[in-house]
């Protein structure tokens, strides 16, 4: 599930859910190249955190080698370490994905390094292939966009960023696990950096009246159309999974928490399973 928000409002809502206790993944992929169609996941690493007496720390790890079940290109093996001699004694992603899926849980925080233009789709695939469904999360923040924002530099890759907040000590770069480390130190540092922003005083909170699902008249124009006072063109787009409204200033993560909440679901799956019955 996406939001169609700015990087200032993807912040406010995993900072809203970190102190409400919330359990935030940071995660990274090794592959076999830049396709998503065409390449393979050669490695899966993450770490889940969670907020204790006042400091997000780490609560657990996971990290595990895919075989591809094709030859790796020299020039990836080049920047990952990672050899056809290596990966055979590994399992494939038949066996391997629906172990990540379960350690990642139903619609996770998920928190990634230049992780929505290529991560994201990796998994993606992969669960398309494997679990015949697609990847959801509540909330996926990049932090390479974080750092964009944030962030006066020449160059924006995971190793530069690092450098000039200082976070590269003892880090593999290209190694999944140490990427995730890194990823982890760095998001702490920028989101301190969002104290001072008034990162939710210009959205716009509205009053949720009404939900009602439309079949449209195909299967990717499906929406959930959710009624607001004052009135807002706004909705759930079911094939995109993603929540829309005709006015940026709107707060969609807290339309999203108040409909949900209206409705007693626990996601979007449950709201349509209980719209498609009223």
Same mark, same amino acid.
């Given at each position: ?8 409002? %993807?912040?406010? =809502? #995993? ?15 090794? *592959? ?16 889940? =955190? ?13 990290? /595990? ?13 080049? #920047?990952?370490?990672? *050899? ?45 292939? /494997? ?29 530069? /960023?690092?450098?000039?907040?200082? *976070?590269?000590?003892? #880090? ?7 990427? /995730?480390? =890194?990823?982890?130190?760095?998001? *702490? ?5 969002? %104290? ?14 009404? =939900?009602? @699902? ?16 004052? +009135? +807002?063109?706004? @909705? ?20 999203? %928490? ?21």
């Amino acid at each position: 599930m996406r939001l169609g928000i700015n990087v200032n409002r %993807e912040v406010s =809502a #995993i900072k809203s859910a970190i102190n409400k206790g919330r359990e935030i993944i940071f995660f990274d992929l090794e *592959t076999t190249g830049l396709s998503c169609y065409k390449d393979r996941i050669l490695s899966f690493s993450a770490l889940k =955190a969670k907020k204790q007496q006042g400091v997000l720390k780490e609560s657990d790890r996971f990290n /595990v080698f895919i075989n591809p079940l094709l030859p790796i290109p020299p020039a990836a093996s080049r #920047i990952n370490g990672i *050899t056809d001699e290596f990966i055979s004694q590994f399992e494939d992603e038949k066996a391997v994905v629906p172990v990540i899926s379960d350690w990642l849980g139903e619609v996770p925080i998920i928190v990634g390094y230049n992780s929505k233009s290529f991560d994201e789709p990796f998994i993606n695939e992969a669960y398309a292939r /494997v679990l015949n469904r697609k990847f959801e999360y509540s909330y996926h923040v990049d932090v390479y966009h974080m750092a964009k924002q944030m962030m006066l530099l020449k160059s924006y890759k995971l190793i530069d /960023v690092c450098r000039e907040l200082g *976070t590269d000590i003892g #880090i593999n770069f290209h190694k999944s696990m140490d990427d /995730v480390i =890194a990823t982890f130190r760095c998001f *702490t540092l920028l989101l301190d950096m969002y %104290e001072d922003v008034p990162v939710q005083s210009d959205l716009r909170e509205v009053g949720i009246t009404d =939900a009602s @699902y439309w079949e449209g008249p195909a299967h990717w124009l499906r929406r959930i159309y959710v009624k607001t006072r004052p +009135y +807002y063109k706004v @909705y759930y787009d079911i094939y995109r999974k993603e929540w829309i409204c005709d006015d940026e200033r709107v707060d969609l993560s807290s339309i999203r %928490e108040n409909v949900l909440r209206l409705y007693e679901a626990d996601d979007e799956k449950e709201l349509l399973r209980i719209l498609k019955n009223v």
